[in-house]
């Protein structure tokens, strides 16, 4: 045995010496680095050395005096089993944990050595097709779908979508009415994925590392100055040792705790490089406090629906299978309710549900569009419009179900066996209970709507077989669910379904954005499942990925928890309490978070990824106020582009964009956050993403940041393992069904698989046909968790009763006197309704809904060609403003014209905008998107208007009720007015600004 | 010889701008020698979805037009070229030669349609050409098209007379002067960008309720002809589409079993929601 491990040593110096000749890639990799490592065993002085030196080897058998690094294997039957090809992760993880093998010597240094020998596997791989005019076609990802990508001379040349060749696998098809609907070989994109070479190349990137002029750490750190000071390009290794020296100090002089760290909703696609990847992996190897994300585009579903019918680990959304075959084939009337999927495109789904709305188009199946504002998917449709007053959803779905009631239009068989409390709730529909019957004419004076118009619309529901389509996805997804009564929308939503007989052909949620036919038995892991960061507790890893794909686990041992929703006034006024997204059950949300938590620090260090929650969190002049603090000792930030609150940092990290780095996805696929979530795509793509050109400037990958920062703390070898992210990509693919498909360097080399749609008798089942029919549950997901059902395994809903509750048994038991959340959905006028006093100033409903044409702030600004979209913003005096769109008769009461500029404000502020006149707002309704990503006010920060766009400076951060923690700023009472004066107002601001603040150097 | 043809159908736009976008991909930063030069980054698209409202609140209605170069075979900007500086290609795509164009800003006035444009760093005129490169490395349709999600945009390499089939086949129109300059974009449902629509609600109120009127039959007539027909829908709403703008001499009819007649004399100037009707019970 022992001559076997000499042996293999001496083939790894030949392969080495191999790749060196052969290979110039590999030689200018261990160029970087001079080192003399030792490989050994313990048991014995047999051993190897290799030294690396200006990009050569030599080697010696034996045991050197004085190696820079060593590994070492107890055993040479450890050593061989570990070493021997290929490579078995499990033994080489077992082995490590169990300290079978050891290394030491400085982490950069086993890197680079760990990585010469693991560079000599990829010696013979390729990547890439050549294409016409010396191009090379690379595939890649985007938040908007999967693309090719085509370069020349290291430059990215175009984007486009993914045409399928002949080998590629065949699309479903559904027979329908007659006619037969297939969707095309290839897959789509959104327009904010197309326009990804301009935001590679903006001008806003970061290309080097940066400290504010002045911060300095040893000295006066002038906190009250961020925001408003310049910056000064420093050396990585400044950099890096800067932030490496604050986690230490931090730590020891604060305790735990003392270290916040929080990333966006959405980062740059791919499972290595997620926030719940590289960025998990390294939180937990440090020790932080944790921020718990409210369910943001969910809030109503969550905090409310969940407790009629369950279904809490889809955040108390509905089941998405089969839904659009059952709707082809039987609806006879789709209704879109706060539900525009052509401006959400689904999410991470391109705009793959637009072909199949076009098919209902085709089928002749009317629809009606309830909204404030005519949204392109009403347009797209020319369906149906309705506009309620903003807030008001509740009374007009009251008003339905007393239609139904009165007239006898309801699934009264279902609503007896399958449901629980009608009884209750038909009693204050009707008015027994409270005296006031929820007629359509009651109704009118809440929503505006006529009433005849809310009985036409409840006879034409009652009597036809109809889908509802509840926010973006059809269920669930922005709208109405985050607004400030957004829990009451969506319990109206799930209880007017149950009413119709959810499940019953023709009958369910969805809008053909999701419940597509196709495999969901095919395993490839989505971002949920936490990528290589070993994150057993807060990711969904344990489930299947932790083995299938042997890494180690991590744990945050930091047990703090701050809510989202209030994490300036946790920095700001040193506590806070709120409640959490935990989706286990339906009372996970019921338990308490306080912060501080005993003996814990209170924050005192904030590392923060990208710089969209000043742009996308309610009355996010708070962020502003918070990093001003002096509370807050030091803020690092790492982001691609200089936007947003990336502004605001003491340090800032430059990351790279992932067309520049290594990774590996499927698209739509998030895992647990919504299982199955590629049902809204018409074919599942398994993506390589290539690193198609090298990181501009100085920027580097979040994993590369993250595992040179480990180096700093010693922890560098334990976050990777000694792995490139190229290496986690082929361990992540040979975890995944692909690897049965086609081998590693067609992968590598082709870029894409494409999974078979499944035979017809393998499809999906329509959602709740089970429940409808009363048997057990026969989809494809594995959830509600067994300890949730309350009689039989798989038979029932997830609530108390088992049934569809009415009147919901788990509020009940929280707290039966809740008047803001009560156990039956009653109306209740909102805090932003045109009837309370505030209107009065502010008499406008200002809708700020998910933006169109970006991906959140993702596309927005940084000079991408987005900007130029004439629906996104507007080209006015050398800035691009957003769009605040208004009826001309709400325009002409304020001398307001067409693309005038206008000040936007209430008491939390003033964002200028530009105005689009437009007959789509209902009057008293205006309507710009949120998510812009640059802030710029026109003054002192956060005392001044903005022309950023920035809408959620003045939206409201009041939860929809007190017991949770539900944002619901999506609509907020405003004015407009016309402005000018915003070039002399922050040319004044300029002139008086102080000296000390240098322009930011970013470019050479 | 099959030549290159557009067809843009009205109906089947959502207005996602990824023709738009593809286009400012392919361009910006980009030059394709011996075809253009670059897009400038910012500035009008080469490319264009152009959206248009119709109606008042609310019945109303936004649609969108694909706007670019219209590869005419008798091209206005092809007779203000000098010194060849503009082609035909034997595929029917218009070629602006940049080395040749240079400095000719008559080209980009002569084009009818506005869909040349004026670099003005290159001193160049520019159009969407169709992706004629890409075509011919072997690209079987222009980027617009391969960018476009439900196929909204077509490109067909056909003959002539088979286009002429087509075009009589899907009742594809130009928009104008494009018959005049034989353009080769064709648009299908275009009455739902160009024409105009007039709607009405009806409505009817018994023993103090409000309610909307189903089924009944409405006409629209012009002098004795006979315009169209429709029902009203679910909500009382009728809709007569596709109406030339500024239309007088207008009458509509409505007729329902159990309520009196009711005759509007009406104009249309542009698209109108004519508003609630009130149908008396006969």
């Not at chain 1, 297939?182 to 301009?198: C, D, E, N, Q």
């Not at chain 1, 993506?687 to 560098?716: A, N």
Request: glycine share 8%.
């Amino acid at each position: 045995m022992n001559a076997l491990f000499c042996t293999m040593l001496t083939g790894l110096y030949a392969l080495m010496r191999f790749g060196i000749w052969r290979n110039p890639e590999y030689r200018a990799q261990l160029a970087v680095y001079d080192v003399i490592a030792q490989i050994r065993l313990i048991d014995s002085d047999s051993g190897r050395w290799f030294e690396l030196r200006g990009g050569r080897v030599r080697s010696g058998a034996g045991l050197h005096p004085n190696p820079d690094i060593t590994l070492s294997y107890e055993t040479a039957k450890a050593a061989v089993k570990l070493m021997m090809p290929p490579i078995d992760w499990q033994a080489q993880v077992e082995a490590a944990k169990s300290f079978m093998l050891r290394v030491d010597g400085p982490d950069e240094l086993v890197y680079h050595f760990t990585q010469a020998m693991l560079g000599t596997r990829r010696l013979g791989w390729t990547f890439g097709i050549p294409a016409s005019n010396g191009e090379r076609r690379y595939v890649s990802m985007t938040n908007g779908g999967p693309c090719f990508v085509y370069v020349k001379d290291g430059k990215v040349v175009r984007i486009t979508p993914i045409d399928f060749d002949t080998t590629d696998a065949q699309p479903w098809t559904i027979e329908a009415r007659g006619q037969s609907f297939t969707p095309p070989r290839k897959t789509t994109i959104a327009v904010h994925g197309l326009a990804t070479k301009s935001m590679i190349y903006s001008p806003d990137r970061m290309l080097y590392p940066m400290k504010r002029v002045d911060f300095d750490p040893k000295g006066e750190r002038h906190p009250e100055n961020r925001g408003k000071s310049g910056y000064v390009r420093i050396s990585w290794d400044e950099a890096l040792d800067l932030v490496a020296n604050e986690i230490k100090r931090v730590k020891s002089k604060h305790g735990p705790g003392g270290i916040l760290f929080n990333h966006p909703s959405h980062h740059q696609w791919g499972n290595i490089g997620y926030w719940t990847s590289a960025l998990y992996r390294f939180i937990n190897a440090v020790g932080a406090t944790r921020v718990n994300h409210n369910p943001d585009s969910w809030e109503g579903w969550y905090w409310g629906a969940m407790h009629h019918w369950g279904n809490s680990m889809r955040l108390g959304c509905a089941e998405p299978y089969g839904t659009v075959e059952d709707l082809l084939k039987e609806a006879e009337m789709v209704v879109f309710w706060s539900s525009d999927p052509e401006a959400t495109s689904g999410i991470y789904a391109g705009y793959e549900g637009s072909l199949r709305r076009s098919w209902l188009k085709r089928l002749g199946i009317p629809t009606v569009h309830i909204e404030p504002y005519r949204n392109a998917s009403a347009s797209f449709m020319d369906g149906k419009w309705i506009a309620p007053r903003p807030g008001t959803d509740a009374a007009l779905a009251l008003a339905i179900a007393w239609v139904w009631i009165a007239e006898g239009l309801y699934d009264k068989s279902f609503v007896e066996k399958r449901t629980v409390g009608f009884d209750v709730w038909k009693d204050y529909i009707n008015g027994v209970s409270d005296g006031v019957a929820k007629t359509p004419e009651w109704q009118f004076a809440e929503t505006g709507v006529a009433a005849r118009e809310v009985r036409a619309l409840a006879r034409a529901w009652g009597k036809k077989r109809t889908y509802l389509g509840a926010g973006g996805l059809g269920t669930g997804w922005g709208g109405a669910c985050r607004g400030p009564t957004g829990v009451e929308w969506s319990r109206a939503m799930v209880c007017l379904t149950a009413m119709q007989g959810l499940g019953r052909p023709g009958v369910n949620f969805g809008n053909l954005q999701w419940g597509t036919p196709i495999d969901t038995s095919f395993y490839f892991p989505g971002y949920g499942e936490g990528g290589m960061s070993g994150d057993i507790n807060f990711t969904a890893s344990s489930i299947s990925l932790y083995q299938r794909m042997p890494h180690f686990p991590s744990v945050n041992t930091h047990l703090q928890g701050v809510p989202r929703t209030k994490l300036p006034e946790a920095i700001l006024e040193g506590h806070a309490e709120g409640y959490p997204r935990d989706s286990r059950s339906i009372e996970g949300q019921f338990f308490k978070i306080r912060y501080p938590a005993p003996a814990h620090s209170p924050v005192k260090m904030f590392y923060r990824y990208g710089g969209s929650n000043i742009g996308t969190m309610p009355d996010s002049k708070r962020y502003i106020d918070m990093y001003q603090s002096d509370k807050l000792e030091f803020v690092v930030n790492q982001s691609i582009w200089f936007e947003g609150e990336a502004k605001f940092a003491d340090v800032i990290l430059p990351a790279c964009t992932n067309f520049e780095r290594w990774d590996i996805s499927e698209w739509s696929n998030v895992s647990g956050f919504m299982t199955n979530c590629q049902v809204q795509l018409n074919h599942r793509v398994i993506t390589m993403q290539h690193k198609v050109i090298e990181p501009l400037g100085e920027s580097k990958s979040d994993y590369t940041i993250f595992r040179e920062l480990g180096h700093k703390l010693g922890l560098g070898v334990y976050f990777s393992e000694g792995m490139s992210e190229l290496d986690w990509v082929q361990r992540m693919f040979l975890a995944s069904d692909v690897s049965a498909r086609m081998s590693w360097k067609e992968f590598l080399h082709k870029g894409y698989y494409v999974v078979p749609a499944p035979s017809e008798r393998l499809r999906a089942k329509t959602a709740y046909r089970w429940f409808y029919e009363g048997r057990k549950k026969d989809l494809p997901e594995p959830h509600p968790l067994p300890s949730e059902y309350k009689e039989n395994y798989l038979e029932g809903m997830q609530t108390p009763s088992g049934k569809f509750e009415f009147d919901c048994e788990t509020l009940k038991r929280f707290d039966a006197n809740d008047q803001e959340r009560p156990p039956i959905l009653k109306y209740r006028r909102s805090s932003e309704s045109i009837e309370t006093e505030r209107a009065s100033r502010y008499p406008l409903q200002m809708l700020t809904p998910h933006p169109r044409f970006t991906f959140h702030t993702q596309g927005d600004r940084k000079d991408s060609f987005l900007n130029d979209i004439a629906d996104h913003r507007l080209l006015i005096d050398g800035h691009y403003y957003l769009i605040m769109r208004l009826h001309p008769s709400d325009a002409e009461k304020r001398g307001i014209e067409e693309g005038m500029l206008v000040r936007v404000f209430n008491e939390l502020g003033s964002v200028i905008c530009a105005a689009r006149l437009t007959e789509c707002a209902r009057p008293g309704v205006v309507h710009g998107y949120e998510s812009s990503a640059t802030y710029e006010p026109l003054g002192e920060p956060g005392k001044s208007p903005d022309r950023g766009g920035m809408l959620n400076l003045i939206t409201p951060k009041k939860s929809q009720f007190e017991k949770g923690d539900a944002m619901g700023n999506s609509n907020c009472l405003v004015e407009v007015e016309p402005w000018d004066g915003a070039d002399d107002m922050h040319a004044k601001y300029l002139a008086t600004k102080s000296a000390a603040s240098a322009p930011r150097e970013n470019r050479a | 010889m099959k030549k290159w043809n557009l067809i843009f159908d009205v109906a089947l736009c959502t207005g996602c701008r990824n023709c738009e976008m593809a286009v400012k991909d392919e361009y910006v930063g980009n030059t394709h020698a011996g075809y253009t030069a670059e897009m400038p980054r910012h500035g009008p698209g080469w490319v264009q979805i152009r959206a248009r409202e119709r109606g008042q609140f609310p019945a109303v209605d936004v649609t969108n037009l694909f706007h670019s170069c219209q590869h005419c075979d008798d091209a206005p900007c092809m007779q203000a070229a000098k010194n060849g500086a503009i082609t035909k290609r034997p595929d029917g795509l218009v070629q602006f030669h940049p080395e040749r164009a240079k400095g000719q800003k008559a080209i980009v006035e002569a084009c009818p349609f506005r869909a040349a444009y004026w670099n003005e760093e290159l001193q160049l005129p520019q159009h969407w050409t169709f992706d004629s490169h890409l075509l011919d490395a072997g690209w079987t349709e222009p980027r617009p098209v391969q960018s476009c999600p439900t196929g909204a945009l077509r490109s067909l390499k056909v003959e002539d007379e088979e286009m002429q089939r087509i075009i009589a086949d899907e009742k594809l129109e130009h928009i104008e002067p494009g018959s005049m300059t034989k353009s080769r974009v064709h648009m299908r449902n275009l009455y739902r960008y160009m024409r105009a629509f007039v709607a009405g609600t009806l409505t009817v109120t018994k023993n103090g309720i409000e309610d909307c009127v189903v089924g009944a039959s409405v006409t629209l007539t012009r002098g004795t002809e006979r315009v169209a027909e429709a029902s009203s829908d679910d909500f009382g709403d009728f809709r007569f589409d596709d109406l030339i703008p500024r239309s007088t001499d207008l009458r509509i009819r409505i007729t329902a079993p159990g309520y009196r007649e009711q005759v509007l004399d009406i104009e249309v100037g542009n698209s109108r929601w004519l508003g609630e009707i009130r149908l008396e019970p006969a």
